[in-house]
């Protein structure tokens, strides 16, 4: 993958994760929007409203980066289901186990001693926890997060809602190998039938919103079959795509069912990164910070929602203040100190898992005996 691109992929990356972070943490600091936030209030606010389209981003990003890699493997008959799970599980549970721990470990915290605001075990609409967080620290609960059934048998943990999108992307990294393998794969009939038939009980398993957005997954691995840029310069899109998500912040688009607009912003990311792969230029200037900030963006968004919550339950517990604060400097100032701190301590989460994600990988794929080829896939032609 050329440098440029790369670096490229890691500011969508934890741009998308900044985007999702904050505005998590304005929601649980600082009130809603009214009218006499004035200007500024209005500009704040709608930069704090980018979380879930930032998610479908990922998804684009996800389908390109672990979908293309399949198809190349299975176009160029190397594929090998091991050798997939070894880096698919790893990527997925570096973070992911110790992650659920620490919000468990937070959320119990909080419940426990620093619920003064009655947010752990009341909920509260404007914090985006409408429900009883201390109900949703079960064993139970974990376990059934642990193998990615929140949202279809069990909830998210604790007050971690952000988990919906993993359970989504540990299901397309089972789904889309075996759709996959059936039509690309070099296979006899007998196990191309079989592929079709798990892939059909799994779509029966998930249904409702996990296979609905499988088609957005999906959409990322359209540049892959482009032999040819669809725009030649990449602004075009993103003008476009910044128009979008303005509608959609300003709700002009709610008149639309709602997988309707994210299939838009997907198709319109999509466009973008077909740009991207083919352009030829020089690595930006900024491509270390890029990497840098990258490197612990699942961290990040794993951790923070639980993270920053305690944080503010305990400001709120000693001083009177760190939850729903009305707009101002001071409530400003203190929300990005709670940010700030957020982001440390993902990133010394990162340091002692996402981090040592390779090394995790080459010591199961070692166990199952096979080798590891740290690669990200070219593109693919039809």
């Given at each position: 993958?050329?440098?440029?691109?790369?670096?490229?992929?890691?500011?969508?990356?934890?741009?998308?994760?900044?985007?999702?972070?904050?505005?998590?943490?304005?929601?649980?600091?600082?009130?809603?929007?009214?009218?006499?936030?004035?200007?500024?209030?209005?500009?704040?606010?709608?930069?704090?409203?980018?979380?879930?389209?930032?998610?479908?981003?990922?998804?684009?990003?996800?389908?390109?980066?672990?979908?293309?890699?399949?198809?190349?493997?299975?176009?160029?008959?190397?594929?090998?289901?091991?050798?997939?799970?070894?880096?698919?599980?790893?990527?997925?549970?570096?973070?992911?186990?110790?992650?659920?721990?620490?919000?468990?470990?937070?959320?119990?915290?909080?419940?426990?001693?620093?619920?003064?605001?009655?947010?752990?075990?009341?909920?509260?609409?404007?914090?985006?926890?409408?429900?009883?967080?201390?109900?949703?620290?079960?064993?139970?609960?974990?376990?059934?997060?642990?193998?990615?059934?929140?949202?279809?048998?069990?909830?998210?943990?604790?007050?971690?809602?952000?988990?919906?999108?993993?359970?989504?992307?540990?299901?397309?990294?089972?789904?889309?190998?075996?759709?996959?393998?059936?039509?690309?794969?070099?296979?006899?009939?007998?196990?191309?039938?079989?592929?079709?038939?798990?892939?059909?009980?799994?779509?029966?398993?998930?249904?409702?919103?996990?296979?609905?957005?499988?088609?957005?997954?999906?959409?990322?691995?359209v540049p892959h079959f482009l032999p040819r840029p669809i725009l030649k310069k990449g602004w075009p899109s993103l003008i476009a795509l910044g128009f979008l998500m303005g509608m959609v912040r300003c709700h002009q688009l709610d008149f639309l069912p709602m997988p309707v607009p994210d299939y838009l912003l997907g198709v319109l990311v999509m466009i973008y990164l077909n740009t991207l792969s083919h352009q030829k230029s020089d690595t930006p200037r900024f491509a270390p910070v890029h990497h840098r900030l990258a490197r612990f963006s699942?961290?990040?968004?794993?951790?923070?929602?639980?993270?920053?919550?305690?944080?503010?339950?305990?400001?709120?517990?000693?001083?009177?203040?760190?939850?729903?604060?009305?707009?101002?400097?001071?409530?400003?100032?203190?929300?990005?100190?709670?940010?700030?701190?957020?982001?440390?301590?993902?990133?010394?989460?990162?340091?002692?898992?996402?981090?040592?994600?390779?090394?995790?990988?080459?010591?199961?794929?070692?166990?199952?005996?096979?080798?590891?080829?740290?690669?990200?896939?070219?593109?693919?032609?039809?």
């Open positions: 993958m050329p440098a440029a691109f790369s670096a490229q992929l890691d500011l969508i990356r934890w741009l998308a994760a900044l985007l999702v972070c904050i505005t998590h943490v304005r929601s649980i600091m600082i009130a809603d929007y009214t009218p006499a936030s004035g200007l500024a209030g209005r500009i704040f606010y709608f930069v704090h409203g980018f979380g879930h389209s930032s998610v479908i981003t990922f998804f684009i990003l996800s389908g390109y980066l672990v979908g293309g890699e399949v198809l190349q493997s299975l176009q160029q008959g190397n594929f090998n289901g091991r050798a997939y799970f070894a880096k698919r599980f790893t990527r997925l549970y570096a973070v992911y186990a110790p992650g659920l721990m620490l919000g468990f470990l937070w959320d119990w915290l909080g419940a426990r001693f620093f619920n003064s605001q009655g947010v752990y075990t009341h909920g509260m609409d404007a914090v985006m926890v409408p429900f009883d967080i201390s109900t949703r620290l079960t064993t139970e609960i974990f376990t059934g997060n642990l193998v990615f059934l929140q949202t279809l048998v069990v909830p998210a943990l604790g007050s971690n809602s952000p988990l919906w999108s993993l359970a989504n992307e540990a299901w397309y990294y089972l789904l889309f190998p075996l759709i996959a393998a059936a039509c690309f794969a070099p296979i006899s009939r007998g196990s191309r039938l079989g592929c079709i038939a798990f892939f059909l009980a799994c779509a029966w398993f998930v249904q409702g919103q996990i296979l609905l957005y499988f088609g957005v997954w999906l959409l990322g691995l699942y961290s990040l968004y794993i951790c923070h929602w639980p993270f920053a919550l305690f944080l503010a339950a305990v400001s709120q517990h000693y001083l009177g203040r760190g939850m729903q604060m009305p707009f101002g400097l001071y409530s400003i100032s203190y929300y990005l100190a709670v940010l700030g701190i957020t982001y440390a301590f993902a990133w010394f989460v990162s340091c002692h898992t996402e981090q040592h994600t390779p090394t995790m990988r080459r010591r199961l794929s070692a166990w199952l005996g096979v080798k590891t080829r740290e690669e990200i896939p070219q593109r693919i032609l039809p």
